[in-house]
């Protein structure tokens, strides 16, 4: 087991503990607090725009915060963490580079450093494992830009998580895709963050094609958060408290609808914040 | 003749592997502007008495250096069109004081690829490796910030001290090849060989080589057919790398569409 010296495996691997940040005279965050353990799964939900990306920069490095402190493996940020895998939002692969699956892996080993890479066989050996290990062999040889939204965001944990990273971030994984693709994705994540006891944060603005593997979650709105087990914090008073007015959680078919209430007569609404619907919206029932 | 030859071949393989990054960055846009500006350079430095290939060498870094720096924050064609708008606009400037010496800038545009002489080889050369060895070293950095720029951010690469070296590398290559082969011509033989290898193999590496092969049949094609016709080279270099880009693509695209019905 890979753990650090002074950091034992009952330790969080990621602690956040009363983060803020202003971007330009705005809170985008107010006062974030959760912490993740080792192998844990946890989704990061909140909509387009609450604060997710900004809260993944913030515990990459690359955004400082105002106020709190972020501790990942028990110690305080650097920028290139190598307990950290990240997977970005919308990563756009054109399909006339001339690049296969196997090589954007193999940058995922060294692709930071300076050089033309050594030791062929070692990496080559290194990167078919980690292929075999998110079910991306069979198209390791196949153009990246060509290949279908889910196996382009295998191929891309897989460049993550070469590294052996303890704690995997990923930025709306499942954002554009199908939904066999979707499951297929969540599954992976899954299996890895069992077997290889590595804690893996997600976000989504729809929480469903996660409930199944998910041990704790944190729910973004409007900068702030609520963090603990999916029946903790996906309630009506909690998100309602986040929202800051009235919302209604609905469970339809051990799927979650979170519903904002509507101030007129005339029944539900969906909630508008800056022209974007906030929460996980009515369209995700399907 | 054989300098020519000797010429050709080291401006393709400079050409063919510095267009690789070139077409994987989508920087074609910087490989037409860096090399056309340079050539207002060159007519500064006829005016004031200087070698104008230490004008096209100050333009061309001058150039690359203020693209990265007015791209860090806003958009890259944008810095990139007012760099090549800056240059031309002293270019013309310095061309309309010196009419007696236009001819010598003017060929600069199309390059003197059949009278190259010696003592220019073996600063070609040097320039040449200093530019790929440039580009080896790069290498890991450039393609990681080409796919996913979050993520070499997130692993400490500078992304804008890796462009901006990237950039200069190009300005290096331009201020090099320009006076043998021409702004027109090395701006074709940046992007034909590279866009027609990255459409023919998928592999970087293979790309690379293929692009560089390209780049030299294109050339000694060229060349030849120059020599034995009198028609300019500039004019079979750039319909061939349209040419071979073009067969590419419908050949890649009728072997997908037969893969997809079989």
């Known amino acids: 087991m890979n753990v650090l010296p002074d950091h034992g495996a009952d330790d969080p691997i990621l602690s956040v503990d009363g983060v803020s940040v202003w971007l330009s005279g705005r809170e985008v965050l107010h006062d974030v607090r959760f912490r993740i353990m080792p192998g844990e799964f946890t989704g990061l939900i909140g909509s387009n725009g609450a604060g997710k990306t900004t809260l993944f920069r913030v515990i990459l490095g690359l955004q400082a915060s105002s106020t709190g402190s972020v501790l990942v493996g028990g110690r305080p940020l650097t920028r290139r963490n190598p307990i950290i895998g990240y997977v970005p939002q919308k990563v756009f692969l054109d399909p006339d580079m001339p690049l296969r699956a196997r090589d954007v892996v193999a940058l995922g080993l060294d692709g930071h450093r300076l050089g033309v890479p050594l030791g062929w066989r070692r990496r080559r050996q290194a990167v078919d494992a980690m292929l075999d290990a998110v079910d991306a062999r069979h198209f390791a040889d196949a153009r990246v830009g060509n290949l279908s939204g889910g196996e382009q965001q295998r191929v891309l944990i897989a460049h993550a998580l070469i590294s052996r990273p303890r704690l995997l971030l990923l930025d709306e994984p499942l954002a554009n895709l199908d939904i066999r693709a979707e499951g297929e994705v969540v599954a992976l994540l899954a299996r890895i963050a069992r077997e290889q006891r590595i804690a893996v944060l997600i976000s989504a603005h729809d929480v469903n094609p996660l409930l199944p593997v998910l041990d704790r979650l944190v729910y973004v709105a409007s900068g702030k958060t609520a963090s603990g087990t999916t029946a903790e914090v996906i309630r009506a008073e909690v998100l309602s408290a986040l929202y800051g007015q009235h919302v209604d959680v609905l469970r339809v078919h051990g799927r979650i609808l979170v519903v904002a209430g509507a101030e007129g007569p005339s029944g539900v609404t969906f909630e508008e914040t800056d022209g974007a619907a906030v929460g996980p919206d009515i369209v995700s029932l399907r | ?262």
């Open chain 2, 1 to 262: 003749m054989v300098n020519t030859w000797i010429a050709a071949t080291l401006v393709a393989v400079i050409a063919g592997v510095v267009g690789f990054f070139v077409v994987l960055r989508g920087a074609a846009f910087v490989a037409h502007a860096i090399p056309h500006g340079a050539f207002g350079g060159a007519a500064g430095a006829v005016l004031i008495g200087v070698n104008p290939i230490a004008g096209l060498g100050v333009f061309a870094v001058g150039g690359a250096l203020g693209i990265g720096w007015l791209g860090r924050r806003g958009r890259h064609d944008v810095a990139t069109a007012l760099a090549l708008v800056l240059m031309l606009g002293l270019g013309a400037l310095f061309l309309s004081f010196s009419v007696e010496y236009a001819a010598a800038i003017y060929s600069l545009l199309f390059g003197e690829v059949l009278g190259v002489p010696s003592d220019e080889l073996l600063p070609i050369a040097g320039l040449g490796i200093a530019c790929i060895a440039a580009l080896a070293l790069l290498y890991r950095p450039l393609m990681l910030t080409s796919i996913t720029p979050e993520v070499a951010e997130a692993r400490g690469v500078r992304a804008q001290r890796i462009e901006t070296g990237f950039l200069l590398v190009v300005a290096l290559a331009a201020t090099m090849t320009v006076p043998v082969v021409g702004v027109l011509l090395m701006f074709s033989l940046m992007i034909g060989p590279a866009a027609t290898a990255g459409s023919l193999t998928r592999s970087p590496r293979n790309a690379i080589g293929l692009s560089v092969l390209l780049a030299l049949a294109t050339v000694w094609l060229a060349v030849a057919v120059s020599y034995l016709t009198n028609l300019p080279v500039g004019f079979f270099v750039g319909t061939l790398g349209a040419v071979s880009y073009g067969c590419a693509r419908i050949w890649t695209a009728r072997r997908r569409g037969r893969t997809a019905t079989a």
